[in-house]
């Protein structure tokens, strides 16, 4: 079937059909080789291409379902730390809060009717972790906690900036913790940081796919105050918007690698459908 060969040309060329804010990091720091921290690393989706490029990685899950995982893909990389913490902005202990919804939705403070306390974790914040671990250079950092990201600043060593940092943001989650998403925009602003918001359309139900709505630079408004996203935050952030504006070049021609597949596909149902009406006639 002409249709295989196509996606795979499109997956292998043009890359994800869908905006990916930590690939657009990795394009924008055009660097072989850094330093990652990916804290609430999940599956590993996100640090997977760093750690192919070689680079040092400390991935956080403290979600023992999610780190199995997250272990049975990179527990043999030589250049991939897990560590079994959660990551807050003091050490110490605390329950775990997972849900049937979605394994991407474990957090340290429950927000949805279906979440339940199956575990405790230790916390650990990263100016511990990094003194220990002897981190004296971070050039990515990812935050995706949801709903501890300011925590996870404010535990933070600020003497070590990275280049870039990826944060999640969504209000429904961090409004009953005391902060908003501009709040986090605007200590990254604090920090020295300029700041690309990738704004996703409201969350219809978690665990499933979805959409991605725009980019806008800070200070801005949401197009819609229910919506959530990432913030995409660097000491200068040019090649940042230029790694985002590929992003969208790429998705555009994929979008259209996916129609021709779905065309071919057609054809070829249409072709096998004819052969079969054939044989029996």
């Known amino acids: 079937m002409?249709?295989?060969?196509?996606?795979?040309?499109?997956?292998?060329?043009?890359?994800?059909a869908q905006i990916n804010e930590s690939d657009i990091a990795r394009v924008a720091l055009r660097r072989r080789r850094g330093v990652m921290l990916d804290v609430g690393a999940h599956y590993g989706s996100s640090l997977a291409p760093f750690a192919s490029d070689?680079?040092?990685?400390?991935?956080?899950?403290?979600?023992?379902?999610?780190?199995a995982k997250l272990e049975a893909a990179f527990g043999r990389h030589p250049n991939v730390i897990i560590v079994p913490k959660g990551v807050s902005d003091e050490p110490g202990k605390r329950p775990l809060f997972t849900s049937g919804e979605s394994s991407g939705i474990s957090s340290l403070s429950p927000f949805t009717e279906s979440h339940r306390s199956t575990t405790t974790v230790e916390i650990t914040t990263l100016r511990d972790y990094m003194a220990e671990a002897g981190i004296k250079a971070v050039d990515f950092m990812k935050v995706d906690v949801e709903g501890f990201e300011r925590n996870v600043l404010k535990g933070y060593d600020w003497t070590i900036k990275p280049d870039i940092i990826v944060l999640e943001f969504e209000d429904s989650k961090t409004l009953p913790l005391g902060y908003s998403w501009k709040?986090?925009?605007?200590?990254?602003?604090?920090?020295?940081?300029?700041?690309?918001?990738?704004?996703?359309?409201?969350?219809?139900?978690?665990g499933v796919g979805h959409r991605w709505r725009r980019f806008g630079g800070y200070p801005t408004e949401l197009v819609d105050p229910n919506a959530w996203g990432n913030l995409i935050a660097a000491k200068n952030l040019d090649r940042v918007t230029s790694a985002a504006d590929r992003a969208l070049t790429r998705i555009k021609f994929r979008q259209r690698a996916d129609r021709l597949s779905g065309v071919f596909q057609r054809?070829?149902?249409?072709?096998?459908s004819r052969r079969s009406w054939s044989k029996k006639s």
């Open 2 to 16: 002409v249709t295989a060969p196509v996606k795979r040309l499109a997956r292998s060329v043009l890359g994800p």
């Open 54 to 67: 070689g680079w040092s990685i400390h991935a956080f899950e403290p979600d023992p379902a999610n780190r």
């Open 183 to 206: 709040d986090l925009a605007d200590e990254l602003v604090t920090r020295g940081y300029q700041v690309l918001v990738s704004e996703w359309f409201p969350i219809e139900r978690y």
């Open 267 to 272: 054809l070829d149902s249409g072709e096998s």
